[in-house]
């Protein structure tokens, strides 16, 4: 059972890649949770509510700010609990801008939590943040 848990979390987070790549709306209604709590938090802020990360999140920056884009997931470890699944990856992202066609690079780390409502599995969280900064005394 741990396994086949793991399987449709690591499908759901490809299929959330997906949504991103291709700043698809029904896509993401089909992955997050659509009732609070809902909490989407990046470099350039958070949303709060399906609402706030369809808007602030999919249209204005996904959809909005890039003509092209492409994430791509790494390392992915995936821990199951009773109703609740956590995915911890590494990413990569490119993009070109909508306004000028210039290129964005972009690697980090992320956190998505998964909840289950007796029906199916729901995004509910996500936190992402850029690579670790590992030099001395930088990063604090």
């Known amino acids: 059972m741990e396994f086949a848990k793991r399987e449709e979390i690591a499908k759901l987070v490809e299929r959330y890649a997906e949504s991103i ?20 938090i990046h470099p350039k802020g958070d949303e709060r509510g399906y609402a706030g990360v369809i808007e602030g999140f999919y249209i204005k920056l996904m959809k909005d700010k890039f003509s092209e884009r492409t994430l791509t997931v790494y390392d992915l470890d995936i821990s199951c609990y009773e109703g609740l ?30 909840r289950h409502d007796g029906k199916k599995w729901a995004l509910t969280h996500i936190h992402y943040s850029n690579m670790p900064v590992l030099g001395v005394k930088e990063g604090f």
């Open 85 to 114: 699944a956590i995915a911890v990856f590494y990413w990569e992202f490119n993009a070109t801008w909508r306004e000028d066609g210039s290129p964005q690079h972009t690697e980090g780390r992320e956190t998505q939590v998964f």
């Open 21 to 40: 790549n291709h700043a698809d709306l029904d896509l993401a209604a089909e992955l997050w949770a659509t009732e609070d709590p809902v909490v989407f």
